[in-house]
């Protein structure tokens, strides 16, 4: 069994930060990327930014220049460093991994279960 597990979401007011962290855990050969997506009320889930097991980036247009994604392959931990928060970045945040759990096994898609992201005054 696999699971990721989101913390660090909360209320924030504009021009705030937040942190958010995404630990995998359970029987995990290898993690390949990783990446976060977000859903706000009445809207489709949207990628926010991926990282690879390498460090390669992918963001957003909304988010580029304002929100960092990195992540410990020691620790099976993505994170998102999110700075100068907008109205608009509340939504629900998903992190995302493709896990392989044994060598003869495929990749495989995982979710977390979301944690809420509130920007307001």
């Known amino acids: 069994q696999v699971q990721l597990v989101e913390s660090g979401g909360g209320l924030v007011q504009p021009g705030g930060s937040l942190r958010l962290s995404c630990a995998a855990s359970g ?9 976060w997506y977000r859903q706000a009320p009445g809207k489709q889930r949207e990628l926010v930014a991926t990282i690879t097991r390498g460090g390669s980036t992918n963001y957003a247009d909304s ?18 460093q999110m700075n100068s928060l907008k109205l608009e970045d509340t939504a629900v945040y998903y992190c995302n991994a493709d896990i392989r759990v044994s060598v003869s096994t495929g990749l495989k898609d995982y979710w977390g279960q979301g944690t809420q992201v509130t920007v307001s005054s």
């Open 63 to 80: 988010v580029k220049g304002r929100f960092t994604i990195s992540r410990d392959n020691a620790k099976n931990t993505v994170y998102l």
């Open 27 to 35: 029987t995990i050969f290898s993690i390949y990327a990783m990446g």
